[in-house]
């Protein structure tokens, strides 16, 4: 719908922006999981390095984004907190489920 009224540069913003959080959101998982899990020895440099290589690419997939698809930057913004609000909706409904059980 927001490819009618803004054009062609907000949907791309909008699904690019979405896509990557998803993308950022999966992978933050598996370094969480692998971070917390017990091993014998402490955490490498390398897996260190790993996590700053991480938000390296994401920038870098950014500026791709930005300067070479021209996507609105308003869009990307938006579509990048697409699923934090989701997150939140979902909660919200399982509260309002649990309240109206009770």
């Known amino acids: ?29 598996r370094v969480v999981q692998r971070m917390t899990a017990e091993r014998p020895k402490r955490l490498s440099w390398l897996g260190i390095f790993g996590i700053l290589m991480r938000y390296i690419l994401l920038c870098f997939v950014l500026f791709v984004i930005i300067n070479v698809w021209d996507a609105n930057v308003v869009a990307i913004a938006l579509g990048l907190s697409a699923p934090v609000v989701a997150v939140f909706v979902e909660c919200g409904i399982y509260y309002w489920e649990f309240i109206a059980k009770s």
Do not use: D, I, K, R
């Open 1 to 29: 719908m927001g490819g009618l009224v803004w054009g062609h540069p907000f949907v791309v913003g909008a699904l690019s922006g979405g896509c990557l959080a998803l993308v950022n959101f999966y992978t933050f998982e």
